[in-house]
C-alpha cells in the first residue's frame, strides 16, 4: 500500500527556522519531524511513500533520497501550494484503490498506521484517526456517533468543543476522496478537513481511536517539549556517533542525542534535553541545556545556554548567554503567555562575545549581534544589533 | 569509453540488462545495444540513447550482455553500435578501451572475414570466431584472442550454443557483481547496484568465465582467486531524489558530502587531521616536490592544492595535465612524491601519468572518490574524498570535496615539515567546519542566482577571472558552464586580462570576478574597472561587499577563511546550471561528452 505525505506547508509560525527549511525538517531528537513519521511507516503494510513536497523540496529531496529502509520515497510538487485538499490531488494519478494520508508535520507511532489500515480493509470506507488530547479546542474537533464521525469543526470555541477528540492527521482513502476535494473551495483554496466536513454530510467517515505517541509542533516552544520527550525514547540514539569528539573532560548526559563530527570542548556540560546536530563545535566550559542546536554551529566558550533553539551555521560569541526560562511571546498577531523560551535564534547568525539573549526574544537569519548586546523582542532577518 | 554489463540470472534478461545501461548511460550515450544468447543470439541496436532502445525479448536466451557507447572509432551509427558479431552471427561482444592493433588484425582478418562496422572492436568476435571454429570452447577461444590485442580492453563475449558469459580485463575497469540467484558484470558498480552490492574486481589479465552456478577466474592461464568486497553504496545513491537533473541534486548534496570529506579526520582538541595514509614522517620531511597529475576538473583541484601546498606546507608544488606529463628535468625520484587526482579513478589520461612517475621510481599517492578502482591498486596509497557516486558528467560535488581533503593532506603535510604555524592550523580547520554550513547558506540563495542566470543566460560569452585561490575556481567555473550550456566560457587570472584576452571583451560578453577572500580581491577590482570601461556588465562573487561597489551584479557568500573560494564556485556552479536549464540542455548528459574518460 502508498502512503501520501503532506510536506508542503509552510509553518510560518516557527519563523525564522522555516525560511530556510519547510516545517517537517525542522529536528527533534537529531531527527527531522519527517523522518520520525517515515521511521514510523517502516514497520506497516506500507510499501512506498509519496511525499507531497512545495517550494522547499530541496532539503527534503536532498535527505531521504530515494528510499528509506525498504520504503520507496518519490515526490510530487504542490505549485502553487492552495491547501492540504489540493496536496492530495496532486498525488491522484499514483494512487489505486486504498491508500495512507497523513501529515508531514506530527509525530506519530507505527500503531496509528497499522489501526487505519486494518479499519479500512474492514469497511471499505474513508477512516480517519482520532486522538483524546488535553487542549483539544486548538485543532479539528470531532464529534462522534460510536464508530462514525458525524461532525468536524476547526479550533471551536472552548465551551462549544463538542469531544476531547480530535483528527489525528492520519486517514486511509480511495478515490472517493478525490470528488469531495474536487467539491470545495474557499478562498481559492482546498483543505482536506473541509473537504472531509463536507463529506461526511452525506457519506460514513470511520473513526479509529488511538493512544499512542503525537506531537504537534505549531509554536517555536513546543520543538522544546518534543525534543524532550523524544530524547531517551527508542526514537533517539543517545549513543555518540565514532566521527563526533567529546573531551573527558566535558559531561554530555544520557538524555541527549549528539551528531556526526560534533565536538564538545574541555569542561563543557551538555546536560538534559539536548539534541546537537552534525559538525557542531561546543566551546570550552559552556552548558546547554534543554537546548536544540542544528548543524554546523560554533558555540565559543564559556556560554549559557537553556530553553534555546539555535538555527544552522550559526556563531555564538564566547560568553553568550542565554539563561532560559518563561516569556510571553508573540507571534503574527497572537501573544502567548509564559511559555518556556530562552530564544530562538535564526540560521547563519553570527554573535560576538558577551551577548546576553533575554527569554522570548527571536532573531532572524543572518542578524549579526555585536559583542556585548543585550538582544531581547523580535530581531529581522539580516539586522545588525549595535550597542547603544 | 563506454559502458558494458550483463546478466546470468533467472529474471528477465532483456530487461535486466537494459537498466543497467540506464544505469551506465552516463559513461557514454551516443549509442547503445544489447545481445541476448541462448541457443541462438538476438541482437538489438541503436543509433542513440538507451532510451530509444527496446529491451530485447528471448524465449531461449540464458544470458545477456550490453553496451552504450561514446565513440572513439567511428560514427555513433548503429552499424558501429556494439554488440559486435563474427561473420556467423553466433559471436557478440562488447568491449570498452580500445585495441591498439586493430588495423593489422583486420587486414590479416579481412581475407576470410566481412566486416561490418569502422569499430576496433569487431576484430575480437571474429577472433573468437576462427579459434571457436578449432572446435574449443568459448573460454579457450577468448585467452587465444586476447593473446593476439594490444591495447587496452574490458570485453565481454557469449556464443550461441556456449554456456555463460566469458570476460576479459586488461586496463579498463570490470567488476562482478553477485546477488543470491544471480551474476552481473559491470564496467562499474552502478550498472547493478540496485540488484547487489557484493561485487568482485578483477585485475589487468583476468580472463573470467561465468555461468548460471559458478564463476572461475583466470590469469595467465592459470585458475585465480579474487575477493569479494562489499560496497557500502546502496541504489538509492544513483537515483535522482525528485531532483531534475542528477548535477542539480549533486550540487544540493555539497553539505552532507563535505561534512563527509571530514568526518573522523580533523582533530580539534589537538588541532591536528587524521588521514589514513602511509607517508613515514622521514620521507615527508625529504620531499622536494609534489607533482600533481590529473584531468579536467580535477586538475582544477589541484591547481588548488598547489597554491595551498605551497604556501602552507613549504614544497614546491607542479600541476601537470596528465596526458602531458612526463617524469623529466632531472628530477630526485626519492624525493618528489607524485599525487594523482580522479574522481573515478579510472581516467586513462591519470593512470599512464601515474604509471610513468612509478616507472621513474617516485612515490605515488592517489585522490579518489571510488573504492576499489584501479587507481586505488596502482598508487601506492589513497585518500578518499567520500563524495558518494556523482552521476552528473559536470563534476559539481567531488571538486568542492577534492579541495576539502586537498586541504587535510595540507595541514597534515604542513604540520609532520613543520612549516604550518598553531595559527595557520587552526585557521584551515576552522574554515573546513564552516565549509559545509557556508555552502548550505549558498543553496539556500539559489532563487537569486537563477534569475540573475536566467538575465544574463543569452549573452555571446562568458569571462571568469581570478587570482591566486581564484584563478582555479575560475578556470572550474568556466569549465562548468561551458561542459552544460555550451556557451562559449573561459576562465583567466585576472591579471592575464589585458595581455589579450581583453580584445574578447565587449558589452555583450559578461565578466564573473572572483572576489573573495584569498584571491587578491583589491587587485581584482582593477579588472573589474578594465573590463566595465569596455562595457561589458561584471557579475561579482564575495563576502567582503566593499570590494563590489563596480559590479552590477553580486553574490554575496559567507566570509569562509582560506575555502572561501570554494564557496564562490559553488555559486558558479548554480549559476551553470541555470544558464544551461534556460536554455534546455540535457545538463546531465551533454553532447560529447561522458563521464570518466577511460581512453587516452
Not at chain 2, 547 to 561: L, N, Q
Request: with cysteine; aromatic share 4%.
Amino acid at each position: 500500500m502508498k502512503a501520501v505525505v503532506l510536506a508542503a506547508g509552510k509553518g510560518r509560525r516557527l519563523w525564522p527556522l522555516t525560511e530556510n527549511r519547510p516545517k517537517p525538517m525542522l529536528p527533534v531528537a537529531n531527527r527531522p519531524i519527517l523522518e520520525h513519521i517515515i521511521d514510523a511507516l517502516t514497520q506497516t503494510a506500507i510499501t512506498e511513500v509519496l511525499v507531497v513536497v512545495g517550494s522547499d523540496r530541496d532539503r527534503i529531496q536532498s535527505h531521504f533520497e530515494d528510499s528509506y529502509g525498504d520504503l520507496e520515497i518519490s515526490y510530487i510538487v504542490q505549485e502553487p501550494q492552495l491547501g492540504t485538499g489540493h496536496a492530495l490531488l496532486q498525488a491522484e494519478s499514483h494512487l489505486g484503490d486504498s491508500f495512507i494520508a497523513l501529515n508531514g508535520d506530527r509525530v506519530i507511532d507505527t500503531a496509528i498506521i497499522d489501526a487505519v489500515i486494518d479499519r479500512r480493509k474492514e469497511t471499505n470506507e474513508p477512516v480517519m484517526a482520532i486522538t483524546r488530547i488535553e487542549q483539544p479546542n486548538q485543532y479539528g474537533v470531532v464529534e462522534l456517533d460510536r464508530q462514525t464521525v458525524v461532525g468536524l469543526e476547526e479550533q471551536p470555541h472552548p465551551d462549544r468543543t463538542k469531544s476531547d477528540y480530535i483528527n489525528a492527521g492520519v486517514y486511509a482513502f480511495g478515490p472517493e476522496i478525490f470528488a469531495a476535494i474536487r467539491r470545495i473551495e474557499t478562498h481559492g483554496e482546498q483543505a482536506l478537513t473541509d473537504a472531509l466536513d463536507t463529506f461526511i454530510d452525506d457519506q460514513r467517515l470511520e473513526a479509529v481511536r488511538y493512544r499512542g505517541t503525537w506531537l504537534d509542533v505549531s509554536e517555536p516552544w513546543d520543538l522544546l517539549t518534543v525534543n524532550t520527550a523524544l530524547l531517551g525514547t527508542e526514537r533517539s540514539s543517545n549513543a555518540t556517533p565514532e566521527s563526533a569528539t567529546i573531551d573527558p573532560s566535558a559531561v554530555v548526559r544520557e538524555s541527549t542525542t549528539v551528531g556526526e563530527n560534533t565536538v564538545v570542548h574541555p569542561q563543557a556540560a551538555v546536560l538534559d534535553g539536548v539534541s546537537i546536530g552534525d559538525n557542531v563545535s561546543i566551546g570550552a566550559g559552556t552548558t546547554v541545556k534543554n537546548t536544540i542546536i542544528l548543524s554546523d554551529v560554533t558555540i565559543k566558550s564559556e556560554t549559557v545556554m537553556i530553553d534555546c533553539i539555535v538555527g544552522a551555521n550559526t556563531t555564538l560569541g564566547p560568553n553568550t548567554t542565554v539563561e532560559g526560562g518563561h516569556a510571553d511571546v508573540a507571534l503574527s498577531d497572537t501573544v502567548h503567555h509564559d511559555v518556556t523560551l530562552g530564544g530562538l535564534i535564526g540560521d547563519n547568525v553570527a554573535g560576538g562575545g558577551n551577548v546576553t539573549i533575554t527569554p522570548g526574544t527571536i532573531i532572524g537569519n543572518n542578524a549579526t549581534l555585536d559583542s556585548g548586546t543585550y538582544v531581547s523582542g523580535r530581531i529581522d532577518d539580516r539586522s545588525h544589533v549595535q550597542r547603544g | 569509453m563506454c559502458g558494458i554489463t550483463g546478466y546470468i540470472g533467472p529474471d528477465d534478461t532483456g530487461r535486466i540488462v537494459h537498466q543497467g545501461l540506464k544505469n551506465l548511460e552516463y559513461r557514454g550515450y551516443d549509442s547503445a545495444g544489447i545481445a541476448l544468447t541462448g541457443e541462438t543470439l538476438t541482437l538489438t541496436k541503436t543509433a542513440g540513447e538507451v532510451d530509444e532502445l527496446t529491451a530485447p525479448q528471448s524465449a531461449d536466451a540464458t544470458v545477456g550482455i550490453g553496451h552504450t557507447r561514446w565513440s572513439t572509432h567511428g560514427e555513433p551509427t548503429e552499424t558501429n553500435a556494439h554488440p559486435h558479431t563474427d561473420c556467423t552471427g553466433e559471436v557478440a561482444v562488447v568491449h570498452n578501451g580500445i585495441i591498439e592493433n586493430y588495423d593489422a588484425l583486420k587486414r590479416e582478418l579481412s581475407e576470410q572475414h566481412i566486416f561490418q562496422s569502422e569499430t576496433d572492436t569487431e576484430v575480437i568476435p571474429h577472433l573468437i570466431e576462427t579459434h571457436l571454429a578449432d572446435g574449443i570452447s568459448l573460454l579457450g577461444a577468448v585467452q587465444r584472442t586476447t593473446e593476439q590485442l594490444d591495447g587496452s580492453y574490458a570485453i565481454a563475449a557469449t556464443a550461441a550454443g556456449h554456456d555463460g558469459i566469458v570476460v576479459a580485463r586488461e586496463d579498463s575497469p570490470l567488476l562482478i557483481g553477485h546477488s543470491d540467484d544471480a551474476t552481473f558484470i559491470g564496467s562499474d558498480a552502478t550498472a547493478f547496484i540496485e540488484h547487489t552490492n557484493r561485487v568482485t574486481y578483477l585485475e589487468s589479465g583476468d580472463i573470467a568465465h561465468l555461468t548460471t552456478d559458478d564463476i572461475t577466474i583466470y590469469n595467465g592461464g592459470e585458475p585465480v582467486e579474487r575477493s569479494t568486497d562489499t560496497l557500502d553504496w546502496d541504489a538509492e545513491a544513483a537515483g535522482k531524489s525528485g531532483y531534475e537533473h542528477y548535477m542539480l541534486k549533486e550540487i544540493h548534496e555539497q553539505p552532507r558530502a563535505l561534512r563527509q570529506a571530514i568526518s573522523g579526520r580533523i582533530n580539534d582538541l589537538a588541532t591536528s587531521v587524521t588521514l589514513e595514509v602511509d607517508l613515514p614522517t622521514e620521507y615527508v620531511q625529504s620531499i622536494e616536490e609534489i607533482q600533481i597529475i590529473a584531468c579536467g576538473t580535477s586538475y582544477h583541484a589541484g591547481l588548488y592544492a598547489k597554491d595551498l601546498l605551497e604556501t602552507h606546507a613549504g614544497v614546491k608544488v607542479t600541476v601537470h595535465i596528465a596526458s602531458e606529463y612526463e617524469f623529466n628535468g632531472d628530477r630526485d625520484p626519492w624525493r618528489t612524491l607524485v599525487l594523482a587526482i580522479t574522481q573515478s579513478g579510472e581516467t586513462a589520461d591519470t593512470l599512464s601519468a601515474l604509471r610513468e612517475a612509478t616507472r621513474a621510481g617516485a612515490r605515488t599517492l592517489a585522490l579518489t572518490n571510488t573504492l576499489g578502482s584501479t587507481v586505488t591498486r596502482e598508487a601506492d596509497d589513497t585518500v578518499f574524498i567520500r563524495a558518494g557516486p556523482e552521476i552528473g558528467v559536470a563534476a559539481t560535488k567531488t571538486f568542492v570535496s577534492q579541495v576539502a581533503t586537498t586541504t587535510l593532506l595540507t595541514v597534515h603535510l604542513g604540520q609532520v615539515r613543520g612549516t604550518l604555524s598553531s595559527r595557520a592550523t587552526t585557521e584551515f580547520l576552522e574554515s573546513l567546519r564552516n565549509l559545509p554550513g557556508a555552502v548550505q547558506q549558498v543553496l539556500d540563495q539559489a532563487p537569486t542566482i537563477k534569475r540573475a542566470a536566467e538575465t544574463y543566460a543569452d549573452s555571446e560569452a562568458f569571462f571568469y577571472i581570478g587570482r591566486k585561490a581564484g584563478y582555479p575556481v575560475a578556470l572550474e567555473s568556466a569549465l562548468k558552464l561551458k561542459e552544460i550550456s555550451y556557451d562559449h566560457a573561459e576562465g583567466f587570472a585576472a591579471g592575464e586580462l589585458k595581455h589579450g584576452p581583453l580584445a574578447l571583451v565587449t558589452p555583450e560578453t559578461p565578466v564573473i570576478a572572483i572576489l573573495t577572500d584569498q584571491a587578491a580581491a583589491e587587485k581584482t577590482v582593477n579588472n573589474v574597472n578594465e573590463v566595465e570601461s569596455r562595457g561589458a556588465p561584471v557579475i561579482g562573487v564575495a563576502s567582503d561587499l566593499a570590494v563590489t561597489s563596480d559590479v552590477d551584479t553580486v553574490f554575496e557568500i559567507p566570509a569562509c577563511g582560506p575555502l572561501e573560494p570554494v564557496v564562490a564556485n559553488v555559486v558558479l556552479q548554480l549559476f551553470a546550471y541555470y544558464v544551461a536549464n534556460e536554455k534546455g540542455r540535457p545538463i546531465d548528459k551533454p553532447r560529447n561528452l561522458a563521464k570518466s574518460v577511460t581512453v587516452e
